[in-house]
T-cell receptor, first 114, second 112 residues
Framework: DSGVTQTPKHLITATGQRVTLRCSPRSGDLSVYWYQQSLDQGLQFLIQ???????AKGNILERFSAQQFPDLHSELNLSSLELGDSALYFC?????????????FGDGTRLSIL | GNSVTQMEGPVTLSEEAFLTINCTYT??????LFWYVQYPGEGLQLLLKATKADDKGSNKGFEATYRKETTSFHLEKGSVQVSDSAVYFCALSDHSNYQLIWGAGTKLIIKP
């Protein structure tokens, strides 16, 4: 158990809809990262938050947004969903904003768009 | 830009065989290097890490040495078990981009 909790585990929805993925980081971790894992593009970084502030953006679509709340949990919002958004979405956390600290991952949310 | 290249899989071995999964990287400066493992139907677990040249990361019988001269971080295990069957990912992060840059993953299949 990594200590990172993601909900829900599975989401099935239709094109055009909006969903929210939730992540609770490990106790004491201030950094939260979101990644997308898909068959065609592998693992890609989406966005990072540190102590409530956005720190870095990767290949995140404009239809996607995220935030980190004062209690440090984070939410990833995906809107106007398309078939290609079907993927496994991972959240990871680390204690600080540092490149040499390992990130610990949740079990992911599997999003299926019908 | 930064990138990670892993050997393509699947890699199929018999139980107790020696394992090597190759990983090379391209990065400016001195990145930190990681191996993660994903068991079927599960999330990503940190397997080992190395943060500077010549560091050796080790865990659960797996080892990898950070080789700056060859920009490599190959994963090795002396005697694999069926339970090691999984997908293994090599990744890096550097001082300017804390997010992980991932290899494509190598699927390992161990036959009894």
């Amino acid at each position: 158990d990594s200590g990172v909790t993601q909900t829900p585990k599975h989401l099935i929805t239709a094109t055009g809809q909006r969903v929210t993925l939730r992540c609770s980081p490990r106790s004491g971790d201030l950094s939260v990262y979101w990644y997308q894992q898909s068959l065609d593009q592998g693992l890609q970084f989406l966005i990072q938050y540190y102590n409530g502030e956005e720190r870095a953006k990767g290949n995140i679509l404009e239809r996607f947004s995220a935030q980190q709340f004062p209690d440090l949990h984070s939410e990833l919002n995906l809107s106007s969903l398309e078939l290609g958004d079907s993927a496994l979405y991972f959240c990871a956390s680390s204690p600080r904003d540092s490149y040499n600290q390992p990130q610990h991952f949740g079990d992911g949310t599997r999003l299926s768009i019908l | 830009g930064n990138s990670v290249t892993q050997m393509e899989g699947p890699v199929t071995l018999s139980e107790e065989a020696f394992l090597t999964i190759n990983c090379t990287y391209t990065a400016t400066g001195y990145p930190s290097l990681f191996w993660y493992v994903q068991y079927p139907g599960e999330g990503l677990q940190l397997l080992l890490k190395a943060t500077k040249a010549d560091d050796k990361g080790s865990n659960k019988g797996f080892e990898a040495t950070y080789r700056k001269e060859t920009t490599s971080f190959h994963l090795e295990k002396g005697s694999v078990q069926v339970s090691d069957s999984a997908v293994y990912f090599c990744a890096l992060s550097d001082h300017s981009n804390y997010q992980l840059i991932w290899g494509a993953g190598t699927k390992l299949i161990i036959k009894p």
